[in-house]
């Protein structure tokens, strides 16, 4: 692949470790994995806001109560964050509208995550949502394969609200390696008919636990045949758990990127990646 950019375009004081973020209209919307709070950033004036997305929210949350919000995708004037399933504290689904700037429904998914297991024969510790994204009319959910199975899963479902019949496909990926461990799925979005993703190499093998950070890749999926198109690493510092939509322009396509610092410090680095559009 060609030449790729990657570089700091700002820090934001006042989250901590980051896991998803959404841009839109110069705010920036982002979760992060042990906060209650949905944070919305003012890339102009530099603001910050929190909207809170349970009862009682903290920014640091004990690992062992966290809802762990791992992923959000947006459709309309909604914005969908979900939960990573990975423990039983972990199946939230909250709906908040971007107009309004409140919550709009909460959902437990419970059911759907266990049926999502039984269909893609994921071990419950195996079982690790860190991507999502709905298109009006399917909902792809990535399993991040840092378990002891390596299971990178994606699940399509065929349904306009997740409360609803549905239709549902699994498809596993082989996902590029660093010194021999897979990389595994931290966050997807969909430009246009492409998916592009972000798969991070750990050296842990718990979904639960947090290892010595390898890297991280960018690569993308066509939406129409699910296969890969590229893979291309891209850090073997980071380890980049949120991705979002920034512009396209004279043959480039450009994305924010959130990384997990694993830690308890509040502050997160946003990153630009510029990629030739091909």
């Known amino acids: 692949m060609e030449k790729f950019t990657l570089e700091i375009l700002f820090q934001i004081i006042g989250i901590g470790s980051a896991s998803g973020l959404f841009y839109n209209n110069d705010a920036l919307y982002v979760i992060g994995d042990n906060s209650g709070f949905l944070y919305e950033y003012n890339m102009q004036n530099q603001k910050l806001n929190q909207h809170a997305l349970i ?77 999502s994204i709905f298109d009006g009319e399917n909902w792809y959910l990535f399993n991040r394969g840092n378990g002891v199975s390596n299971k990178n899963t994606i699940f399509t479902i065929h349904a306009k609200n997740l409360g609803e019949e549905f239709a549902l496909i699994s498809v596993n990926y082989k996902l590029p390696k660093i010194k021999g461990i897979r990389s595994s799925f931290t966050d997807a979005i969909l430009v246009e008919d492409k998916i592009y993703f972000l798969s991070t190499v750990e050296n842990t093998k718990s979904t639960y636990d947090d290892g010595e950070i390898l890297g991280s890749f960018i690569g993308r999926i066509d939406q129409k045949t699910m296969k890969i198109d590229f893979t291309q690493k891209i850090t073997s510092t980071n380890k980049f758990e949120g991705l979002t939509f920034y512009k396209k322009e004279n043959n480039k396509i450009e994305f924010l990127l959130c990384e997990d610092n694993d830690t308890e410090l509040l502050e997160t680095k946003i990153y630009k990646l510029t990629l030739p559009v091909k």
């Not at 920014?59 to 062992?64: E, L, T, W």
């Open 55 to 131: 009862d009682n929210p903290t920014q640091n949350i004990p690992k062992n109560l966290k809802p762990d919000f791992e992923s959000l995708t947006n459709h309309n004037d909604t914005l969908y964050v979900f939960g990573s399933g990975s423990t039983e504290n972990r199946n939230k689904m909250i709906e908040f509208d971007l107009k309004s700037k409140t919550v709009l429904q909460k959902n437990n998914l419970v059911d759907l995550y266990g049926l999502m297991q039984n269909f893609g024969e994921i071990k419950p510790e195996d079982f690790n949502l860190e991507g």
